[in-house]
């Protein structure tokens, strides 16, 4: 959702109610829907979970491949052909030529993702959000698709926002990682700090529960019930229902984020 | 067939019949000459990538598939020359977990009515059929009050138990997981992980778990079986595979683990392409297009399964070369 508010692609009823999105200077809340539009796909791009979904399945590759060129680029259907062929050459697809004829139905899952990575870095935008891009994806396809991402980030200075459920592509892949849990984020420090040296309970809680630290066929530490949406909003702490240093002080306000050391940020009023 | 093991196949052979456009029938090879036993009290991991042939191959084990050639043994009888008795007996002793909580239980049946089934089946008496709802449900941590509601109520975590409970509920031998925790949060996959450990030592079960999460086996199987485009390239104890693989397509999944680096060497290991489509299946080696090791032999002839360590086979003609 804070992936969908970047781009302004808050479903409704939803809406953003406060705040401020600032991108290159500029808040984009305060943009008209014409002034997005040269952002989206151009400055900031996305790339999704499923690509099944995110293609549209009546469309040849070539046609949604060149929408973005063509529209902001400005440029020519034969330019904008002869650019696919070669963004599809650089994230790796084999004969572009002859996929651009094909259908999304066509390819593997893999395949498919590497069509919406050429097409989301068609424009070169400055940054690229990444929403679970390898979640629907086997490892090793996974593993291609992280390499590929790698390797267009250190080429062409681009920044990625990447969303993932799984801490060990945070450990690979990401800078600075910051932590959400209903709805908040609840620590966000350098990667290697945050995985080393977690100060929220729920950090330490949810690594403590990966199967990589665990001696096998021990059983898993693991948190205490379930993220419970009208309880973490209920005030106090949104951790508190679930927290194991939970005392009672923690129900009574809502947490605000301290920096306790250079940019790691906790929310929790016992890390100091 | 030596009787010690459960539940065994031998040369296991399945093709699915594609229709393609010029109507002439094509075969996809899902398993080919698939060999595995699984003895009381053991936990067995089969991992590989989609299209592996590895959800087949769990359900031609639970009996929910036939196969087109080889044989499944259930405690050395052959399957299909099993008594009506005790074929009931094999279905009642066999159960399965499926992937995905959502589909796979019934949505306008109440909970507790769908976890009582088997009970039902089973000619278990009403009111003992309660007593052993409420057993069960405690043991995989549902709240007994919640066996009235519809699965539409609960959680993706919550459905999963669920669905262990009903399969808990005819009391089987044998439970066989088809990606029980894959598309469930970290913190409620660990939860699962800690049922399934529980319930092996609780009710003396015996498992097969489909996964392709690799660290989820380590964590909870005694032996793995890995799979490449319906054969078993590799198959060892579940530590010595991790420390001591023997075939590369192994040693690539390893590497390809995100953040799992410190036991593997570089990214060089990493795989290249697709895997190649079931309905052309390469020649010779079916790893050799995708093999950084790749030499002459392994176009041509197909490497043989063969025992490097006590349990621990691997298909592969570089192996003693490659791993020692």
């Known amino acids: ?116 990575i050429a097409m989301s870095l068609a424009c070169h935008p400055s940054l690229l959000i990444a929403d679970e891009p390898t979640t629907a994806l086997d490892v090793t396809i996974q593993a291609q698709i992280l390499e590929l991402l790698d390797a267009r980030i250190k080429s062409s200075g681009l920044s990625m926002l990447l969303i993932t459920h799984d801490l060990g592509i945070v450990a690979e892949r990401a800078g600075h990682t910051a932590v959400m849990y209903a709805g908040q984020i609840v620590e966000s420090a350098p990667t290697g700090t945050l995985l080393t040296a977690p100060r929220h309970p729920y950090t330490q809680a949810l690594l403590a529960s990966l199967p990589q630290y665990a001696e096998p066929g021990k059983p898993l530490p693991t948190m205490a019930g379930q993220l419970n949406i009208r309880a973490a ?24 984020l301290r920096e306790i050391a250079p940019s790691h940020l906790v929310r929790c009023w016992k890390c100091s | 067939m030596s009787n010690t093991h459960l539940l065994s196949a031998v040369d296991l052979h399945k093709k699915f019949k594609v229709s393609s456009q010029r109507h002439s029938t094509r075969f996809l090879t899902a398993l080919d000459q698939v060999s595995l036993h699984l003895s009381a009290g053991e936990t067995l991991g ?81 009111p ?75 009710f003396k079960l015996s498992m097969m778990i489909v996964s392709h999460n690799l660290l989820i086996l380590r964590h909870i199987c005694d032996r793995v079986i890995i799979m490449y485009l319906g054969i078993i390239v590799e198959c060892g104890p579940a530590s010595e595979l991790f420390q001591r693989c023997r075939h590369p397509y192994t040693e690539a999944l390893i590497a390809a683990i995100p953040g799992f680096h410190s036991l593997s060497a570089s990214k060089d ?37 063969v025992e490097h360590a006590t349990g621990h086979t691997a298909a592969c003609h570089l192996s003693d070369s490659l791993y020692g």
């Open chain 1, 1 to 116: 959702m804070t992936a969908l508010s970047i781009m302004r692609l808050v479903p409704p009823p939803g809406f953003i109610s406060s705040g401020e999105i600032v991108f290159e200077g500029q808040d984009l809340l305060l943009l008209s829907q014409k002034a997005l539009q040269n952002i989206r796909g151009r400055m900031i791009s996305m790339v999704f979970q499923e690509p099944m979904t995110s293609l549209n399945p009546v469309l040849r590759i070539a046609d949604q491949l060149c929408e973005p060129l063509i529209l902001h680029m400005n440029m020519s259907r034969r330019d904008a052909l002869e650019q696919g062929i070669e963004l599809l050459t650089n994230v790796g697809i084999p004969s572009a030529g002859d996929r651009m004829r094909d259908y999304p139905h066509q390819l593997s899952g893999g395949m498919r993702q590497r069509v919406m």
């Open chain 2, 46 to 126: 089969i991992a590989g990538e989609s299209g592996c042939g590895k959800s087949t191959l769990a359900k031609i084990m639970a009996g929910l598939l036939t196969q087109n050639g080889g044989n499944v043994f259930y405690k050395g009888t052959l399957l299909s020359q099993l008594e009506q008795k005790d074929r009931i007996n094999f279905r009642r002793k066999t159960q399965m977990i499926f992937q995905d909580p959502f589909s796979s239980l019934n949505p306008r049946m109440r909970v507790g009515d769908s976890i009582k089934e088997p009970l039902k089946i089973a000619g278990v008496s009403v």
């Open chain 2, 128 to 202: 003992l059929q309660r007593v052993e709802l409420e057993r069960i449900m405690a043991a995989v941590g549902l709240p007994g009050d919640t066996a009235n509601r519809f699965p539409d109520e609960f959680s993706g975590g919550q459905r999963q138990r669920i669905g262990i409970a009903r399969a808990l509920a005819a009391s089987p031998e044998i439970l066989i997981a088809d990606e029980p925790v894959s598309s469930l949060d970290i913190s409620i996959q660990a939860q699962i992980i800690n049922i399934l450990l529980q319930m092996k030592i609780d």
């Open chain 2, 269 to 305: 290991e990493l795989l290249r392409d697709d895997l190649p489509s079931a309905l052309s299946i390469p020649p010779g080696c079916r790893f050799h297009p995708r093999c950084r090791h790749a030499v002459d032999i392994c176009r041509h002839e197909v490497p043989k399964l």
């Open chain 1, 233 to 256: 909003s209920a005030g106090g702490c949104c951790f508190a229902e679930r927290c194991p240093i939970k005392t009672s002080g923690c129900c009574d306000e809502p947490q605000q």
